[in-house]
């Protein structure tokens, strides 16, 4: 049997000792979090946020100077937008007159040194599920960035009689270190609603999908004291639904996880509009 000599050990020893090392370490080195909202820069989901947040590594926030909730994924093109750098605690703040969406964009290729490895938008002020995501301006924010291949979270927390964030912002900061150990495909996000629930009756976490119902809107005529007709917005929230999705999640006491992506193709029509003969456009 061939002797191993003493020298090749300690080598070997030394190799894998520095190779494991530097395994935990990337495991733990801080993360890059580029911070987002659509409530506006002083609300206080945003706060919450990133106090939970900066335990993790350096965050930088870029968000509107003013509410802009419901903007959807609109975008700032016809106006100066201005930019208010300042310091909270060694990060940088900044205060921008412009859509969600267009924070996050503006950020990524102007305000950030270095990339973020996730951007997070939210805390939101109230839920955002189902369809409604389409009008949302803090999941515009997280889709911003994951079109940009960055993962990102949109966090919403239920509307109650109080609004204390702290809870979510936990869950949150959990999850953004989940995500190191589990990192997201490149062009999907999450979208989390958090249940405006005490710790101890939140049920659990569910990922599931998207409730694909159309929301309960409509618009209500009315009269004004100068006889002008105009219409009123009356927007009711979903029931849960018998399928587990978003919105029965929520409703039922859990935190909903629903992972969401760019790619919007209907690749069974695909197939199928392949089949199509477009005479006399296609030879």
């Known amino acids: 049997m061939k002797k191993i ?10 190799f894998f000792i520095f190779v494991f090392g530097c395994l935990s370490l990337s495991s733990q080195t801080p993360l890059k979090i580029l911070l987002s909202n659509d409530d506006g820069i002083n609300a206080p989901g945003i706060a919450a946020l990133f106090e939970k947040l900066s335990k ?9 100077s003013q509410e802009a909730s419901g903007a959807s994924h609109s975008v700032t093109s016809r106006d100066p937008i201005l930019v208010t750098e300042t310091e909270k605690n060694g990060s940088k703040w900044f205060s921008i007159t412009a859509t969600p969406a267009t924070c996050v964009r503006l950020a990524l290729e102007s305000l950030v040194k270095d990339r973020p490895d996730i951007v997070v938008s939210g805390i939101n002020k109230g839920e955002n599920l189902g369809t409604v995501t389409f009008y949302s301006a803090t ?4 889709r911003e960035a994951a079109m940009k291949g ?9 509307r109650g009689k109080t609004m204390d964030y702290g809870l979510a912002a936990e869950f949150i900061a959990d999850l953004v270190k989940k995500l190191k150990e589990k990192p997201l495909r490149p062009g999907t996000f999450l979208n989390v609603n958090v249940p405006n629930l005490p710790k101890d009756q939140i049920k659990g976490v569910m990922v599931v999908p998207q409730d694909t119902r159309p929301p309960y809107e409509f618009y209500e005529k009315r009269v004004n004291p100068l006889a002008q007709v105009y219409f009123w917005n009356t927007y009711k929230p979903l029931e849960p639904g018998r399928d587990k999705t978003d919105v029965w999640a929520f409703y039922n006491g859990y935190i909903s996880i629903s992972p969401l992506q760019i790619d919007q193709t209907s690749y069974p029509e695909l197939k199928s509009f392949e089949s199509l003969k477009f005479a006399p456009w296609t030879k």
């Open 56 to 64: 993790l590594g350096t965050v930088t926030v870029a968000a509107p």
């Open 150 to 158: 960055i993962p990102a979270i949109a966090a919403h927390f239920g």
């Open 139 to 142: 999941v515009g924010s997280a």
């Open 5 to 14: 000599s003493y020298p090749v050990i300690i080598l070997s020893t030394i």
